[in-house]
């Protein structure tokens, strides 16, 4: 605004780097979500339930993006509602907030995360290895009259 650039087609002088620490944030989050959840699923889950569950945090994962639309378009309408523009409307950034959507969504990470925290204090390890050793053992009983001596 004091730069006289609102209106103007000439580049806003402001570097994509405002939002470095926000990307920094959500990338990670996204990052140790996915790899805590899939050794979750092959440490915890049984093992004959081990690709239903790797199947359902694609699933969640895929359900996450379709609700960020939601997410969006929630805050546009809250936005619009209280304030005269939207923050996440039009093809003008100079006159949208997107650093407060991304701040936003740092603070529903950190939600998320006292939220998990939360939980996996009182989780207890369901299996150990000996179960699953025995569930294998079921699910694939050794060949009858093979013989292991060639």
Known sequence: MQSGLMNSTEPFPRTSLWVALQYLFLGSADLFSLAGMMDFF?????????SLATSLLWASLAMGYYLSSV?????NNITGTFSRSQWLYGSNLNYYHLERFYWLMCILSGLNFLHYHLWARHYKCALS??????????????????????
């Open 129 to 150: 290895t000996t179960d699953d050793q025995k569930e294998i053992q079921a699910l694939y009983p050794p060949l009858v009259g093979f013989n292991a001596q060639i």
């Open 42 to 50: 092959f440490t915890e889950a049984p093992f004959s339930m081990r």
């Open 71 to 75: 997410l969006v378009a929630t805050v």
